[in-house]
Nanobody
Framework: QVQLVESGGGLVQPGGSLRLSCAASGFTFSNYAMSWYRQAPGKERELVAGISSRAYATNYLDSVKGRFTISRDNAKNTVYLQMNSLKPDDTAVYYC????????????WGQGTQVTVSS
């Protein structure tokens, strides 16, 4: 059974940091690109960052460039999103997603983890 389980969300003050993790199971993790999406209340889901299957390529939403870093550990079947200098606008539910290629639409989603940036 293909499964993606996110963790690491929470409440953080502006300027703070969080690291999200997504543990994958039920498929050959190293064969797939992975991405992080987010959805804020009343807004559409947007791609935050993506990473290719062997981590040769990454892409980022313009508003998070220089603040967020996506990485993966294929030995641990886990993808990470390190988020620094967090802003209130980063408040959203963050989802991990699997796709065949970094440019492909996801075919599997995690359940999401809430990130709230507030003082």
């Amino acid at each position: 059974q293909v499964q993606l389980v996110e963790s690491g969300g929470g409440l953080v003050q502006p300027g703070g940091s969080l690291r999200l993790s997504c543990a994958a199971s039920g498929f050959t993790f190293s064969n797939y690109a992975m991405s992080w999406y987010r959805q804020a209340p009343g807004k559409e889901r947007e791609l935050v960052a993506g990473i290719s299957s062997r981590a040769y390529a990454t892409n980022y939403l313009d508003s998070v460039k220089g603040r967020f870093t996506i990485s993966r550990d294929n030995a641990k079947n886990t993808v990470y999103l390190q988020m620094n200098s967090l802003k209130p606008d980063d408040t959203a539910v963050y989802y991990c997603a699997r796709s065949l290629f970094i440019s492909s639409n996801p075919d599997t989603w995690g359940q999401g983890t809430q990130v709230t940036v507030s003082s």
